[in-house]
C-alpha cells in the first residue's frame, strides 16, 4: 500500500484525493519536490565527478601543452639559427 512520503500514513488505493488525509501535504507536489531535490543532489555529484577527472587529467594536459610548447620552440631554433 501506498505511504504518504511525509507523514508515512497509508493511503489507500481508492482514495484518489491528492492531498494527504493525516497531515494534508499534497502528494502530487510533494513527491516531485522530492524528485527535483534528488536530481539537483544527482547533477552535483556528476558535476563533483567531472571536476575530479578535470583534476587528474589538467597535469597530463599541462604536460603536453608544455611540450607542444618545447617543440615549437626547436622548430623556431632550426628556422632561425
Ligand atoms: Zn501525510
Known amino acids: 500500500m501506498a505511504k504518504c512520503p511525509k507523514c508515512g500514513a497509508p493511503i489507500s488505493p481508492f482514495d484518489w484525493r491528492a492531498d494527504c488525509k493525516n ?21 552535483e555529484a556528476e558535476y563533483e565527478k567531472l571536476d575530479e577527472l578535470i583534476a587528474k587529467f589538467q597535469p597530463r594536459i599541462d604536460a603536453v601543452k608544455n611540450t607542444g610548447k618545447k617543440i615549437k620552440e626547436k622548430l623556431k631554433r632550426k628556422k632561425n639559427p
Do not use: V
Not at 23 to 43: F, H, P, Q, S, V
Open 23 to 43: 497531515c494534508g501535504i499534497n502528494l502530487m507536489t510533494y513527491n516531485m519536490e522530492a524528485r527535483l531535490d534528488e536530481d539537483e543532489k544527482k547533477a
